[in-house]
C-alpha cells in the first residue's frame, strides 16, 4: 500500500496542538523552578549562571517530547488525534539523529512565525513583522504543496508525514 503524505492543514493542527501540549508541560517545569526562586522570574539578573540552565532544561523538555514520541510510535499526541504519523522514506520509525535533526530544522520556521506573531501582538512592529515572521514558514509550507509532498525539514532530515488509517491506530 503507496502511503499518502499527509496535508498542510492536518500537519499545521497538530502541530498546534502539540505546542499547547509542550506549553502546559513548560509551564509546569516553570512553575516548580519558580519555587526555588520565590515568585521571581528565571532570568540571568536574578538567578546567574542557573538561568543557563533553565534553558537547557527547556529544550531539554522540548526535545524529549518530539523525539521520545517519533522514535518510539511515530506520532506525538497532536499527530495521533490527526491521524498522521512521522516516518523514513522506508516507512520505518525515524532514530534519533533523524528525530532531533527533523525538530532543528523545523524548530527556525515556527520561531519566526511565533516572534512574528508576538511582536506584532506587543505592537512593537507593524504587520510587516507578522509577514516577515511568517516568510520562513511559508516557504516550507509552498515546499509541502508544490514539490514531492514534504515539507523542508522532513526533505533534510530524510522523513516524511504520512495519513493513516485511523481505525487502524492503538
Same mark, same amino acid.
Given at each position: 500500500?503507496?502511503?499518502?503524505?499527509?496535508?498542510?492543514?492536518?500537519?499545521?493542527?497538530?502541530?498546534?496542538?502539540?505546542?499547547?501540549?509542550?506549553?502546559?508541560?513548560?509551564?509546569?517545569?516553570?512553575?516548580?523552578?519558580?519555587?526555588?526562586?520565590?515568585?521571581?522570574?528565571?532570568?540571568? !539578573?536574578? #538567578?546567574? $549562571?542557573?538561568?543557563?540552565?533553565?534553558?537547557? &532544561?527547556? =529544550?531539554?523538555?522540548? *526535545?524529549?517530547?518530539? /523525539?521520545?514520541?517519533?522514535?518510539?510510535?511515530?506520532?506525538?499526541?497532536?499527530?495521533?488525534?490527526?491521524?498522521?504519523?512521522?516516518?523514513?522514506?522506508?516507512?520505518?520509525?525515524?532514530?534519533?539523529?533523524?528525530?532531533?535533526?527533523?525538530?532543528?530544522?523545523?524548530?527556525?520556521?515556527?520561531?519566526?512565525?511565533?516572534?512574528?506573531?508576538?511582536?506584532?501582538?506587543?505592537?512593537? !512592529?507593524? #504587520?510587516? $513583522?507578522?509577514?516577515?515572521?511568517?516568510?520562513? &514558514?511559508? =516557504?516550507?509550507?509552498? *515546499?509541502?504543496?508544490? /514539490?514531492?509532498?514534504?515539507?523542508?525539514?522532513?526533505?533534510?532530515?530524510?522523513?516524511?508525514?504520512?495519513?493513516?488509517?485511523?481505525?487502524?491506530?492503538?
Amino acid at each position: 500500500m503507496v502511503a499518502r503524505v499527509a496535508g498542510a492543514f492536518r500537519r499545521l493542527a497538530a502541530a498546534a496542538y502539540d505546542a499547547l501540549l509542550v506549553l502546559a508541560v513548560l509551564f509546569v517545569v516553570t512553575g516548580l523552578l519558580m519555587v526555588a526562586t520565590h515568585g521571581e522570574a528565571i532570568t540571568r !539578573a536574578r #538567578v546567574g $549562571a542557573w538561568a543557563y540552565l533553565y534553558q537547557a &532544561l527547556v =529544550a531539554l523538555v522540548v *526535545a524529549g517530547y518530539f /523525539g521520545v514520541a517519533w522514535t518510539a510510535r511515530g506520532q506525538t499526541l497532536g499527530m495521533k488525534a490527526w491521524s498522521i504519523r512521522l516516518e523514513t522514506a522506508a516507512g520505518a520509525l525515524p532514530n534519533w539523529r533523524r528525530a532531533l535533526l527533523r525538530l532543528a530544522c523545523a524548530a527556525p520556521f515556527y520561531l519566526c512565525l511565533v516572534g512574528g506573531l508576538l511582536l506584532y501582538m506587543a505592537r512593537l !512592529a507593524s #504587520v510587516l $513583522a507578522l509577514i516577515a515572521g511568517a516568510l520562513p &514558514l511559508g =516557504a516550507s509550507l509552498a *515546499a509541502l504543496w508544490l /514539490g514531492s509532498g514534504g515539507a523542508l525539514h522532513d526533505r533534510w532530515s530524510g522523513t516524511r508525514v504520512v495519513r493513516i488509517d485511523p481505525s487502524a491506530r492503538a
